[in-house]
């Protein structure tokens, strides 16, 4: 390992002792990520074509975008500055300093883009720094005032293939949507379901958004249950499963072939029927959130309303490590599905003792993860 990026990780992991109010510590992480963040944002507005979303690439243009851009700047300058003032080991301020100065030259928030577009080809980039920001900043405050597990840290173990994971994901957005969407386009190409699809989209916001969480948690609970019994699948939906922690980041690990299949299906129903597009949109934007809420790091409980909608408690037990745990829990939404099914389990007033698999046998690392499931020949244990 570099020795920079060796004393970088060194300090984002630091003892409690070393990380109290004070130290430097969080002005410094603040100041590394609002750095890393506001050059990741100029370098999408400098090459659009090539890491920008055309969704994200639209609101260049508008000026609180160069506004917030240059709050991020100006925020994670002033953080590594107040961290190399209050620091003893100073590689966070320093690092958070240069990066957000190479910023600041290429053009800061009044970046410009260098050339056209070349192809209709694009990779997320501003994606990635917005979904890991948005999500961040929401669930990192109220998992260290509301800890399940208050002794982990915010950089646990693996916390780096954890956001590689978001990296990869925000990057291939575009492959991901053409494969998520091809099933379900295919099936409207030929299908005669004008008349059901008009009906469908006529109905009230309400009535469309419930439906479309029933549906597609319907057909996620069995495609979901599949991966577990089947054992070439369950290779693949393992390494989902090896997260020995759970927090904002554990959701997003995930093989990329396991999120084509699941995706693919999900949305059969909810794009053949022809809900509309308000609908949809708001309920991939629930889902987003809700399945980051369900496997944080959070020890709220919610006695009556845990019956109704799945809870970071029940979707825990899915991940827990004990006999009992395994295959169990598996909708994303509503628990009525696993009653329905038998395979639901929620013990009173009990978390699980652990995360992963038992003997862990997913090895750590994307690219060693990603290969995982091709090198297994017999079903896992």
């Given at each position: 390992m570099h020795p920079v990026r060796q004393k970088i990780r060194a300090e984002l992991e630091a003892p409690p002792v070393l990380r109290?109010?004070?130290?430097?510590?969080?002005?410094?992480v603040?100041?590394?990520v609002l750095?890393?963040?506001?050059?990741?944002?100029?370098?999408?507005l400098r090459l659009p074509g090539e890491f920008s979303m055309p969704e994200i690439r639209a609101l260049h243009t508008h000026a609180w975008f160069r506004v917030v851009l240059h709050v991020i700047l100006l925020a994670g300058f002033v953080c590594s500055a107040l961290s190399l003032a209050l620091r003893a080991e100073r590689v966070l301020g320093t690092v958070g300093v240069v990066v957000t100065l190479i910023a600041a030259l290429l053009g800061g928030s009044t970046a410009n883009a260098l050339a056209a577009d070349p192809t209709p080809m694009f990779l997320g980039l501003d994606f990635f720094v917005l979904n890991v920001l948005f999500t961040g900043f929401l669930f990192i405050p109220v998992e260290r005032i509301f800890p399940h597990r208050g002794e982990q840290p915010v950089f646990r173990e693996e916390w780096r293939e954890d956001l590689f994971y978001y990296l990869v994901s925000s990057l291939l957005v575009q492959v991901l949507t053409y494969l998520s969407f091809a099933p379900a386009k295919s099936i409207v190409a030929f299908a005669p379901?004008?008349?059901v699809r008009a009906w469908v989209g006529s109905l009230p916001f309400v009535v469309q958004f419930v439906a479309i969480m029933f549906l597609t948690d319907l057909v996620q609970y069995?495609?979901?249950r599949a991966f577990h019994r089947v054992p070439w699948l369950w290779h693949f939906?393992?390494?989902h499963h090896s997260a020995k922690s759970m927090d904002w980041m554990a959701g997003a690990r995930m093989h990329f072939f396991e999120i084509v299949a699941l995706r693919s299906t999900t949305v059969i129903p909810m794009f053949v029927l022809g809900f509309s597009a308000t609908a949809m949109n708001a309920y991939i934007l629930l889902v987003y959130i809700y399945s980051t809420f369900v496997h944080a790091n959070l020890s709220w409980r919610f006695p009556r309303l845990e019956k109704i909608l799945v809870t970071p408690r029940f979707h825990h037990w899915h991940h827990g490590i004990e006999k009992e745990a395994i295959d169990v829990n598996f909708a994303i939404h509503f628990p009525l599905l696993d009653r329905l099914f038998g395979t639901h389990h929620l013990p009173q007033e009990k978390w699980p003792e652990g995360y992963g698999i038992s003997g862990h046998p997913v090895p750590q690392g994307y690219v060693r993860q990603?290969?995982?499931?091709?090198?297994?020949?017999?079903?896992s244990a």
């Open positions: 109290r109010f004070g130290s430097g510590w969080i002005s410094g603040l100041g590394l750095g890393v963040a506001g050059l990741l944002l100029v370098l999408s379901l004008a008349g069995w495609v979901h939906h393992a390494v990603f290969k995982y499931p091709f090198q297994q020949k017999s079903p």
